[in-house]
């Protein structure tokens, strides 16, 4: 670890002693976040709440990059592994669940590490937000859902990106969930999902680190060997495996880098097909993750 940086992590603790302080180590996809909080987690004793949509998915491990136990090295790790890939799991659960964690790892005197690319999850824990104030409308939800059968994933972002095109910018058009669910806020309160927060007032001292130096092309780079490296380890088989068991249509299986092995599996497209596809779509992630991350750029 970078000798400033370790420099700010001392500061920052000895600052906030007793004032619920959170570490956040944040970036784009395949930037190294895991391998700096680790470093972190070691230097200061603490532990690790992993902020990643995918991560929470057990049994599908090679697609999200989940750090092994040997790369944890003895380093806690919470919030992954805690739903099945065919569970709905929303940023208020993640919220709920997650906040919890944060309290006991204060009751340790210990200073709680965020890592994760999941902006919406990170905000939800730094941020006042008002996630749960829009009813959901069931009605409304089955007949977003006709169309999304109809017409394709691309037709509910349309929709949201009329209401809310900051927004739907950030989000990538197979993301149903929170597509969907960001309708539902605009349609019921005539507000875009930005309007109803109260904007990005930290609830507790945050120091933002982030391993990510700006240099896109090299990033790409990580990316397109990761995706490489995923086929070598087994990606195909898990997914194969994954599907002995849960439906295709399964929340964890609609993300980057298994949708892509089951249009594969299902003679779609070929296998070096699938490998660019995937590369490219873990590529506009990453670039939509950087236009999110402005804000915490912010706090640098």
């Known amino acids: 670890m970078q000798t400033e940086i370790s420099q700010k992590i001392d500061s920052f603790a000895k600052e906030n002693i007793g004032n619920s302080p959170i570490i956040t180590v944040f970036g784009p996809t395949a930037c190294g976040k895991t391998g700096l909080a680790i470093e972190i987690a070691k230097q200061i004793d603490s532990e690790v709440i992993s902020v990643d949509a995918r991560q929470i998915y057990r049994e599908m491990d090679i697609g999200t990059a989940k750090a092994s136990q040997e790369e944890m090295d003895g380093i806690v790790h919470h919030m992954i592994d805690i739903i099945n890939p065919d569970e709905d799991f929303s940023v208020v659960d993640f919220r709920n669940q997650a906040s919890q964690i944060l309290e006991n790892i204060w009751k340790k005197g210990k200073i709680p590490i965020l890592c994760g690319g999941t902006g919406l999850y990170l905000d939800s824990l730094l941020f006042k937000r008002n996630y749960s104030r829009a009813k959901k409308n069931t009605k409304r939800r089955q007949e977003l859902e006709a169309i999304r059968q109809n017409k394709g994933d691309i037709a509910l972002w349309h929709i949201l990106e009329t209401y809310d095109k900051k927004y739907a910018d950030s989000l990538h058009p197979n993301d149903k969930?929170?597509?969907?669910?960001?309708?539902?806020?605009?349609e019921e309160t005539g507000k875009s999902k930005q309007q109803i927060d109260d904007g990005n007032v930290l609830i507790h001292p945050t120091l933002f680190l982030?391993?990510?130096?700006?240099?896109?092309?090299?990033l790409y780079?990580?990316?397109n060997l990761r995706v490489e490296i995923m086929r070598e380890n087994g990606l195909i088989e898990e997914v194969q495996k994954l599907l002995k068991k849960y439906p295709k249509n399964a929340p964890g299986l609609a993300t980057?880098?298994?949708?892509?092995?089951?249009?594969?599996?299902?003679?779609?497209?070929?296998?070096s097909e699938m490998i660019q596809k995937i590369q490219q779509n873990s590529r506009r992630y990453a670039k939509r993750q950087i236009c999110w991350n402005k804000k915490y750029m912010a706090f640098l």
């Not at 969930?177 to 960001?182: E, G």
């Open 221 to 223: 780079e990580k990316i």
């Open 210 to 218: 982030s391993p990510y130096d700006g240099n896109r092309e090299k």
């Open 177 to 186: 969930v929170h597509i969907i669910r960001a309708i539902e806020i605009y």
């Open 256 to 271: 980057i880098g298994y949708k892509e092995v089951i249009e594969f599996l299902d003679g779609e497209i070929l296998e």
